[in-house]
């Protein structure tokens, strides 16, 4: 499996690593938000140099009952990240996190190489038309409801298959408009509780079906520390488990906050299977 990504081949043969960067006052884990140019930059730094193929950047925090605002606030805060970061990193494979096309469409023309979307397209009926318009590569997420809602929309009957059923539907619609280069993420955290993030990440090979690169985004999120009864903070070791997991059930991208941690494991990982 083979994305395009700024007129470069990315194969998943080995898998990758997207590094986190928040341009948030209020996502879950503090330490993740970077709000000043220099902590940007500085993260940034550290990030490519530990090996991360692709930075994602956010200016929409989209934890559970996190506050709404106005896409010209996303927008003040995406877009002069995009421009200090490739200024400085002109080589960087940047992502923006939105599920806005306003906010999708202005990133790309700032030079965002690749879009990720917690809606799959389901917020905005626009956004998978400005993805086909711009032939960049599109992670579309499992999610119901809205960041504000979705905490209550957990009534599965099979996790797993509910998932996989919703993911059919949202590639046969990118297909049809011409989109070329899916990832999907099961989306651990939304609309699903902490049984139901497990079960779905011990079923996670059932999304080889969908021949896409699948991405898993697990890093320091509640199913970890609330399992532990820790913080955020202290779920860099649980992060570590549950990625080595997700690796041998089939996952190609790990989305973390940790990128050093994060390759070790992909690493390491590589050597169990040989």
Do not use: W
């Not at 940034?44 to 896409?71: C, K």
């Not at 913080?231 to 990625?243: M, S």
Request: charged share 25%.
């Amino acid at each position: 499996m083979t994305i395009t990504c700024k007129g470069n081949l990315i194969d998943f043969e080995t898998p990758k690593v997207m590094g986190i960067l928040n341009v948030t006052p209020d996502s879950f884990y503090e330490d993740s938000r970077d709000t000043s140019p220099d902590a940007l930059l500085k993260k940034a730094e550290v990030m490519l140099d530990e090996g991360a193929t692709f930075l994602d950047v956010g200016g929409y925090s989209s934890r559970p009952g996190a506050t709404d605002i106005s896409p010209d606030e996303e927008l003040k805060r995406v877009l002069p990240a995009l421009e200090i970061l490739l200024k400085n990193f002109p080589k960087a494979l940047i992502s923006v996190d939105t599920f806005r096309s306003m906010v999708a469409e202005r990133s790309i023309e700032a030079g965002a190489v690749m879009v990720n979307d917690i809606s799959a397209g389901n917020l905005d009926l626009e956004m998978m038309q400005v993805i086909a318009r711009h032939q960049v590569p599109y992670i579309m997420m499992h999610m119901r409801g809205t960041p504000q809602t979705m905490k209550d929309l957990n009534s599965y009957g099979d996790v797993t298959q509910e998932v996989l059923f919703y993911f059919s539907e949202r590639i046969k619609a990118a297909r049809a408009l011409g989109i070329n280069d899916l990832i999907i993420d099961p989306g651990f955290g939304f609309s699903k509780n902490t049984a139901q993030n497990f079960e779905l990440l011990s079923h996670l090979e059932m999304f080889e079906i969908l021949e896409l690169p699948l991405l898993a985004g697990l890093s320091r999120k509640s199913t970890i520390y609330k399992t532990l009864n820790c913080t955020p903070n202290d779920a860099l070791n649980g992060t570590t488990v549950l990625n080595t997991f997700a690796l041998t059930k089939g996952a190609d991208i790990l989305r973390v906050h940790d990128v050093k941690e994060a390759m070790e494991t992909v690493k390491l990982t590589a050597q169990l299977k040989n």
